[in-house]
């Protein structure tokens, strides 16, 4: 079992900047990958980011390119994601995952945090 607890979520005016932390409750953590979901209301919950076991292969959603970097503590059983140039479309609830394979998709998804909302006022 797994359990994941993130913080850094909150309010933010558009053009800024969060950076979300997910910390995990095993030491086995490196043998997860990692990934970033959102989901804004009446939407479905989707990918933002993903990284692998080493932290060297990284997956970003078309809409975070260029914006958002997700990174990981193997040291300290803790991944990241570094939000930069929010805007409203980025307000959602943002979970943290933990995959014994790659994540691109929730069905890659074995472990789930609570989620952390994430408000861009405009």
């Known amino acids: 079992q797994v359990q994941l607890v993130e913080s850094g979520g909150g309010l933010v005016q558009a053009g800024g900047s969060l950076r979300l932390s997910c910390a995990a409750s095993r030491r086995t953590f490196v043998g997860y990958s990692l990934g970033w979901f959102r989901q804004a209301p009446g939407k479905e919950r989707e990918l933002v980011a993903s990284i692998g076991r080493s932290g060297i292969i990284t997956h970003y959603a078309d809409s975070a390119k260029g914006r958002f970097t997700i990174s990981r503590d193997n040291a300290k059983n803790t991944v990241y994601l570094q939000m930069n140039s929010l805007n409203a479309e980025d307000t959602a609830v943002y979970y943290c995952?933990?995959?014994?394979?790659?994540?691109?998709?929730?069905?890659?998804?074995?472990?789930w945090g609570q989620g952390t909302q994430v408000t861009v006022s405009s």
């Open positions: 995952a933990a995959g014994l394979r790659g994540i691109t998709r929730s069905q890659d998804v074995d472990y």
